[in-house]
């Protein structure tokens, strides 16, 4: 059980270590450093951390929207657009088919972004 966890997420194996007592040998440091590099380098966390990134820059550029225009907390509807949300009459009218792509590291504010990032690293 505590392998096949481990392989699964290293960090509910070492962080907690609640799965210490069923090994047999405890992990070595290489062991642990490999598990940790796994959980750092896989793509959900990297996606993660390109979505955070992204939605600080957009923030940065042009700051938060009133509550009354975003109540989410994140920047405009108009910087959204312009960095590629999905656009339906855009997408039609003008073939800019990037905005079925670029809308999947885009978030409306900071109470779209922590949910969606912490489920996407739960998971």
């Known amino acids: 059980l505590a392998a096949s966890c481990f392989r699964e997420c290293p960090c509910c194996v070492i962080s907690c270590q609640c799965f210490r007592s069923h090994l047999q040998t405890p992990y070595s440091l290489s062991d642990v450093r490999r598990g940790w590099q796994k959980l750092i380098l896989c793509w959900s966390t990297l996606f993660a951390v390109a979505q955070i990134v992204i939605f600080i820059y ?8 009133e509550e009354k225009d975003n109540s989410m907390i994140g920047p405009t509807t108009y910087v959204l657009n312009n960095a590629g949300a999905k656009n ?4 039609l ?4 088919w990037w905005r079925l792509i670029t809308p ?20």
């Open 58 to 65: 957009l923030v940065l550029a042009e700051g938060f929207a």
């Open 88 to 91: 339906a009459a855009r997408i």
């Open 93 to 96: 009218e003008y073939g800019e």
């Open 104 to 123: 999947l590291g885009l978030h409306g504010g900071l109470f779209h972004l922590i949910p969606n990032v912490l489920l996407q690293l739960r998971v």
